[in-house]
């Protein structure tokens, strides 16, 4: 579904740990933080450009990425 993902612990060994990923899409770059089981996108989100069936299906995707870290 997207070309790559980068992701990175910020906040490392602190009360607000939490992820920080990277996708590129459709040669676009998406960002989010990835927070107790929730997403929350920067600008842009890919709800702004993708139907929302498409949109969920990445994020599931990023779910299970992130979950095996």
Avoid: C
Avoid at 34 to 63: C, M, R, V
Wanted: aromatic letters at 18%; a positive charge; charged letters at 20%.
């Amino acid at each position: 579904m997207f070309q790559f993902i980068k992701v990175k612990l910020l906040f490392e060994g602190q009360f607000h740990q939490r992820h920080h990923f990277t996708i590129r899409l459709s040669q676009h770059d998406y960002q989010g933080i990835y927070y107790k089981n929730k997403i929350q996108w920067l600008l842009p989100s890919p709800y702004k450009f993708f139907p929302e069936k498409d949109a969920q299906i990445l994020e599931d995707n990023i779910h299970k990425i992130i979950s095996t870290l």
